[in-house]
């Protein structure tokens, strides 16, 4: 039986990538490769040139249309599809009792079991069958993976009105900078250190800006890919899962979509500060305030040290 085993999967093995064949094609000699193998593995060549098989080493013609027009190795596929399906029906088979097959959902202990699981530890459990409860499943999880691309938006559209503010606060900055500029240069011998001063203040503003505007981006860019990551393998599991798949990891995607909806990621939001410049009377040489005067008025949010504490704990708990 082992013998059988192992000349099976010599027969359904790429020699070159160690794996299942993938688009097995055959070679004039009949040896088979997966077609993204030999596409690789003579990356170098172009069609007509003649290359030896990565087996035999025989030599043949690579097809004037490329390697995609060898023959495409048919019997190889069939064992392949073979191989599969055994591979399936291995993994839906129950861990305690390697001759049953999974049949029912237990929702007290949130698992798969097969019939003999069932009679001996799950009798008085609330269990159905597992399609019945892949059923119920697949519209919750297509519910929660719905909420989660209404985050997404939410998310990318706070981050998109941020670097808006982050431009438009730049821009007044920029304007507040020539205002100083300009209104120094006619008083610049007397005034030289009230420019340098003023001007140092509006950059320790803009430079605290900036880090706070790159932090809340920090902090969506990290929601961005827990959402992702969840979105993505949600549509995975539910296009290519099996139902014993989906009811294995529905309750702990169910959870961890709870915890993405709930992190308050939204709440996290770019307060830059509004600036204004009143230029001084330079009529007025005598008045110590002879350039004017910067004036900062900050939006009411979330202040640095919650923010700092929220993304410690956003990227600790879901990038652990």
């Known amino acids: ?53 990565p087996t035999c080493r025989k030599w ?3 097809p004037s249309n490329g390697l995609e027009d060898l023959q495409h190795h048919f019997i190889v596929q069939k064992l392949v599809d073979q191989e599969r399906e055994l591979i399936q029906l291995r993994e839906s088979s129950c861990d305690r009792h390697k001759d049953e097959q999974l049949k029912l959902y237990c929702h007290d202990c949130n698992e798969n079991v ?14 159905a069958e597992i399609p019945e409860v892949a059923d119920d499943f697949v519209l919750r999880m297509n519910d929660d993976d719905q909420q989660i691309q209404s985050a997404l938006n939410a998310v990318r ?53 900036a880090k706070q505007a790159e932090s809340v981006q920090e902090a969506y860019q990290l929601a961005l890919v827990s959402l992702e990551s969840f979105h993505t393998y949600s549509r995975e599991l539910l296009d290519k899962g099996r139902l014993s798949d989906i009811t294995r990891a529905a309750s702990e995607l169910h959870n961890r979509a709870k915890e993405l909806l709930d992190n308050g990621v939204t709440a996290v939001k770019y307060r830059p500060p509004h600036l204004t410049f009143t230029p001084a009377d330079v009529t007025q040489v005598e008045r110590l ?31 652990a």
């Open 289 to 319: 305030s002879l350039i004017g005067k910067l004036t900062i008025r900050t939006e009411e949010g979330l202040c640095q040290v919650c923010f700092v504490h929220f993304r410690k704990c956003y990227s600790k708990r879901f990038f």
């Open 157 to 209: 559209e706070q981050s998109a009105e941020t670097k808006q503010h982050e431009t438009e606060f730049l821009s007044s900055v920029e304007d507040v900078k020539q205002t100083v500029l300009a209104t120094g240069d006619v008083i610049k011998r007397l005034v030289d250190r009230q420019i340098n001063d003023v001007l140092m203040e509006l950059q320790s503003v803009m430079s605290e800006s």
């Open 60 to 62: 043949f013609r690579i």
């Open 114 to 127: 097969c019939l003999m699981c069932y009679a001996v530890k799950h009798r008085n459990h609330n269990s």
């Open 1 to 53: 039986m082992a013998a059988a085993a192992s000349v099976n999967t010599d027969l359904t093995t790429c020699p070159i990538c160690l794996d299942l064949f993938d688009n097995p094609m055959s070679l004039p000699c009949l040896h088979a490769f997966c077609l993204k193998c030999l596409q690789s593995y003579f990356n170098e060549k172009t069609p007509g040139d003649e290359v030896p098989c």
